[in-house]
């Protein structure tokens, strides 16, 4: 048992004899994020990379989240960014030659008040102005998408509207983390899994080496692309991030014969869901009430996702949930993430801060920070996510689109 378990913890996925002495790029976690990155510089000729992850292959939450993907957000610079990253995903399955089974459904938020309505119609002007196609529909459209849903007047929260997002949708995710793997590393990409980073050296305020699996290994540049591990990857080189680990839950249900296709979202009411190809529900929930870096997941939870999706499609209230889970994220005070460099430490990149709603970005997050890496500059779809919006006043608030909706 002993000497499974050795075994186990030394191997490595896409095998490599021996760590180089120096790597070019060195990129910790084999996320969605730390993936994209390392094939998008592999892409651009830079392949002198290694990919570290210290579990498997997405087992941070890239393969435990609910896959929904969109770009209906709040601000004209997210709406920029989550519209590249949408076509980016558009596009993958033939980038990565792998299907990625991408189900273009729609994403429907619903609205419980007049106010709240017309929240939405903001956003969906400020949508569609950049592109994203985005607009509130009445009762009868809802009625059309999603026969089953109850619109009757005298509940708790009545339905009167809600922000329509006909491209919005959900992807594979553990087929998004295998296709970003095995295109990284046919060009070139080493990517070790169960490889702990245990530590960064720094000469001056310039990252000089890492520590993995016993061994220093030089290198130019390190990412940090560990979402709910983040802080404690920037405190290596003593930066104090300002993010927070918080737990997210969600579960699935029996596979039922498939009568809704779409995303279907309440803020109000703090939950999500969809029914999947194969009939099953997927459902989820407000992040947990306080930070932890556990994976348990809890009774209230499933209780609440319950209480909300009974009362938008009651007659889902016999179905049986079969698995419920949790993984661990990375929340800024504005949900917006943070990329790019950092002021104090040279070499130093973050791709984090991706909270409940970061699997949609990593087409973009990727491209943009091997971007940054090949040419120097930061490009200016990322700048308004630089860590220095946080020294500086001007939070990227999109709380209101990132919060339950995924
Ligand atoms: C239940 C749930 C539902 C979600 N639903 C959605 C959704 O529908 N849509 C959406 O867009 N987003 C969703 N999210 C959020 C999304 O999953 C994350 O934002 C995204 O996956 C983050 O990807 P990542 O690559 O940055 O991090 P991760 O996938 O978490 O990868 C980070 C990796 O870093 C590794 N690591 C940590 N420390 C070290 C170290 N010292 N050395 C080496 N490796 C290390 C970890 O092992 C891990 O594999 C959801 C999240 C959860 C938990």
């Known amino acids: ?34 993936l994209s990155t390392a094939y998008h510089l592999a892409k651009r000729g830079i392949n002198n990379v290694a990919v570290f992850d210290k579990s498997y292959l997405g087992g941070g939450s890239s393969g435990r989240n609910t896959q929904i993907i969109r770009a209906n957000t709040r601000l004209p610079e997210s709406t920029k960014f989550y519209k590249e990253a949408l076509e980016g995903y558009e596009k993958l399955s033939k980038e990565v030659n792998l299907n990625l089974l991408i189900n273009q459904c729609g994403h429907l938020t619903l609205a419980h008040s007049e106010f709240e309505l017309d929240v ?10 950049l592109g994203v196609d985005s607009r509130v529909i009445g009762k009868d459209e809802i009625k059309e998408l999603v026969p089953y849903i109850d619109l009757s007047e005298n509940k708790r929260f009545p339905i009167v509207g809600a922000l329509w997002h006909p491209r919005g949708g959900n992807i594979r995710h553990d087929a998004v983390v295998w296709g970003y793997a095995s295109v990284a590393n046919k060009l070139g990409v ?21 520590i993995v699996n016993g061994e220093e290994v030089k290198c130019n540049y390190v990412i940090n692309a ?15 991030l300002p993010i927070t680990t918080i737990p997210l839950q969600a579960c699935v249900s029996e596979p039922l014969k498939p009568f809704m296709n779409v995303v279907l979202v309440s803020v109000r009411l703090a939950a999500y869901f969809y029914q999947t190809e194969r009939g099953e529900f997927v459902m989820g929930a407000e992040i947990d009430p306080y930070p932890s870096y556990s994976y348990r997941s809890t009774l209230p939870t499933l209780e609440n996702i319950a209480t909300a999706i009974i009362e938008l499609v009651p007659c889902l209230s016999q179905v049986k949930v079969i698995r419920q889970w949790a993984g661990i994220c990375d929340l800024t005070p504005d949900f917006s993430p ?9 070499g130093f990149l973050l791709n984090v801060g991706w909270g409940t709603y970061g699997f949609k970005t990593a087409p973009a997050s990727g491209k943009a920070l091997a971007e940054l890496i090949a040419t120097g ?12 919006r946080f020294y500086e006043n001007r939070l990227m608030d999109e709380k209101a689109s990132a919060q339950t909706a995924h």
């Open 226 to 240: 560990t979402a709910g591990w983040c802080s404690t990857v920037a405190k290596m080189v003593d930066i104090k």
């Open 1 to 34: 048992m002993g000497l499974v378990l050795r075994s186990l913890k030394n191997w490595r996925l896409f095998k490599k004899d021996k760590l180089k002495s120096r790597y070019e790029v060195v990129v910790i976690g084999a996320g969605v994020h730390g």
């Open 338 to 346: 943070i990329m790019g460099e950092v002021p104090e430490v040279k």
């Open 377 to 388: 500059k930061t490009p200016e779809l990322i700048k308004p996510f630089s860590i220095t």
């Open 190 to 210: 080493e990517i070790y899994t169960h490889s702990e980073v245990k530590d960064i050296k720094k000469e001056g305020n310039e990252v000089r080496s890492i």
């Open 120 to 129: 939405l119609r903001l956003r969906a002007q400020s949508n569609r102005k």
